[in-house]
Antibody, heavy 121, light 103 residues
């Protein structure tokens, strides 16, 4: 069974930073392409960014609202993907989900339970 | 950037009825990229359909996806009470969602 477990959410002030982690089990993480998706309270889903596997160049791409502020990285030795969030804005407040892109086409086969990020002074 | 528009915003139907959810793109989308998700309150989304028409593992066959180009459809052939949820289409970005209510 594939499991994705996020952690690291919490309350942060505008302009602050936070790093989310997602530990993955039940699949070959080395070959996995991983994405982060967020959902503001009462709103729809928003894709945040993706990291490819090391074998595919470990390249990243990001949604426009977070580009230049958020960074996705991975540690294959720990089966973990990270989301570093800097210069946080109130509009970044959301539940952040870690997802597994199962076919390389942004089709997210597995999801974590989410971690809540609150941005408030 | 491709924008996906879902319709209707809300659909209210009785158990056993058929639901047809639409997802329209502002430009042509490769079918490989088109996915549908179900999300119930307080839960993470669940993949229903990938590559436009392929059911994900464990998804009942009353769920089906079709379409190509700019127009895609999710059909729930015989609604059951547990199908009450939000449904999202996605090709990288997500549509705004359709709420399915069971009377």
């Amino acid at each position: 069974e594939v499991q994705l477990v996020e952690s690291g959410g919490g309350l942060v002030k505008p302009g602050g930073s936070l790093r989310l982690s997602c530990v993955v089990s039940g699949l070959n993480f080395n070959d996995a392409w991983m994405s982060w998706v967020r959902q503001a309270p009462g709103k729809g889903l928003e894709w945040v960014g993706r990291i490819k596997s090391k074998g595919s160049g470990e390249t990243t791409d990001y949604a426009a609202p977070v580009k230049g502020r958020f960074t996705i990285s991975r540690d294959d030795s720990k089966n973990t993907v990270y989301l570093q969030m800097n210069s946080l804005k109130t509009e970044d407040a959301a539940v952040y989900y870690c997802t597994h892109d199962g076919n390389g086409y942004y089709n997210f086969y597995s999801w974590g339970q989410g971690t809540l990020v609150t941005v408030s002074s | 950037e491709i924008v996906l528009t879902q319709s209707p915003g809300t659909v209210s139907l009785s158990p056993g009825e058929r639901a047809t959810l639409s997802c329209r793109a502002t430009q042509s989308v490769s079918s490989n990229y088109l996915a549908w998700y179900q999300q119930k309150p307080g839960q993470a989304p669940r993949l229903l359909i990938y590559a436009a028409s392929n059911r994900a593992t464990g998804i009942p066959d009353r769920f089906s996806g079709s379409g190509s180009g700019t127009d895609f459809t999710l059909t729930i052939s015989r609604l059951e009470p547990e199908d009450s949820a939000m449904y999202y289409c996605q090709q990288q970005m997500f549509g705004q969602g359709t709420k399915v209510e069971i009377k």
